[in-house]
């Protein structure tokens, strides 16, 4: 699936899956520098490379030449015209999806 002309993959892209499956994805920039930028929808946040850190929006850091950004989250939803994405509160779905800790705790 395309996001503002990028392409997005969905967390199983490793098992042959190209798009995301409906449902809601925290959403990571990745900034190859010898190929195109694409999008990762992943189930669970992004975390800086040095400190682990979970983050939701910024920069995560750089590795090899491909630097990635968490950019908040996405809804991924069917319709009769295929797939579509739309914004959704990455805090939200973060305490959803991990509801023994809070952004202070990670």
């Known amino acids: ?21 409906p449902g809601r994805y925290f959403l990571i920039r990745v900034d190859p520098q010898d190929r195109e ?18 983050r939701l929006s910024g920069w995560l850091g750089s590795t090899n030449n491909i630097s990635r950004d968490a950019c908040g989250a996405i809804e991924v939803y069917r319709t009769e015209r295929g797939l579509r994405a739309r914004r959704i ?3 939200a779905l973060y305490d959803e999806t991990s509801p023994d800790t809070t952004l202070a705790d990670a």
């Open 89 to 91: 509160d990455a805090t």
């Open 1 to 21: 699936m395309r996001i503002n002309g990028l392409p997005v993959y969905g967390p199983d892209r490793c098992e042959g899956a190209d798009e995301p499956a």
């Open 37 to 54: 930028t694409h999008y990762e929808a992943r189930c669970e946040p992004g975390r800086t490379n040095r400190s682990g850190e979970v």
